[in-house]
T-cell receptor, first 113, second 113 residues
Framework: KNQVEQSPQSLIILEGKNCTLQ??????????LRWYKQDTGRGPVSLTI?????NTKSNGRYTATLDADTKQSSLHITASQLSDSASYIC????????????FGQGTELSVKP | DSGVTQTPKHLITATGQRVTLRCSPR?????VYWYQQSLDQGLQFLIQ???????AKGNILERFSAQQFPDLHSELNLSSLELGDSALYFC????????????FGPGTRLTVT
């Protein structure tokens, strides 16, 4: 069964600190993986997208990594800001399901002053 | 701003009623997707339309239906509403052949009392 699991479920960090969120997936055959940021009550916004051949991609203070062999991805946030408080969702797409997206449950990040 | 618009932003209605949620995709996008996000739950895929035709179905209840019109806007109809239908409903759109690159609207918050 195609699944995406994220850890931790929630995380509290102090402003200015770094953090890393994890995503493990069993989706096969793998097409691509995206990280979305979802502010409370708002629509998800894409941060990064990686295909099989890419193992790292950055978007400002956000850096995503992908290990297609171990089927793991991480999202590293550097020098966190209060505005980083949100849910971060890992989304994986399989090549044989018409591009159907499989969503993780998300990691709820809270950045405190 | 993703370019996807949804109306209304909020909707409060009683059990047993019927509501219609509206979505306008980004200019040029042919695919529209509907998602449900209940409190503290991940995004659940409901249904996808491509250029007016139903393309994929997810966990959509029989009480729910959707359609995509010739101008590509879409409507999600929810009938015989139950308390458990209270949720955020998101619409997303993507360009042809880019199902994995979905842009989400701001959502409609439905409250069933």
């Amino acid at each position: 069964k195609n699944q995406v699991e994220q850890s931790p479920q929630s995380l509290i960090i102090l402003e200015g600190k770094n953090c890393t969120l994890q995503c493990n997936y069993t989706v096969s055959p793998f097409s691509n993986l995206r990280w979305y940021k979802q502010d409370t009550g708002r629509g998800p916004v894409s941060l990064t997208i990686m295909t099989f051949s890419e193992n790292t991609k950055s978007n400002g203070r956000y850096t995503a990594t992908l290990d297609a062999d171990t089927k793991q991805s991480s999202l590293h946030i550097t020098a966190s800001q209060l505005s980083d408080s949100a849910s971060y969702i890992c989304v994986v797409s399989a090549t044989n399901q018409g591009g159907k997206l499989i969503f993780g449950q998300g990691t709820e990040l809270s950045v405190k002053p | 701003d993703s370019g996807v618009t949804q109306t209304p932003k909020h909707l409060i209605t009683a059990t047993g009623q019927r509501v219609t949620l509206r979505c306008s995709p980004r200019s040029g996008d042919l695919s529209v997707y509907w998602y449900q996000q209940s409190l503290d739950q991940g995004l659940q895929f409901l249904i996808q339309y491509y250029n007016g035709e139903e393309r994929a179905k997810g966990n959509i209840l029989e009480r729910f239906s959707a359609q995509q019109f010739p101008d590509l806007h879409s409507e999600l109809n929810l009938s015989s509403l139950e308390l458990g239908d209270s949720a955020l409903y998101f619409c997303a759109s993507s360009a042809a052949g880019r199902t994995y690159e979905q842009y989400f609207g701001p959502g409609t918050r439905l409250t069933v009392t």
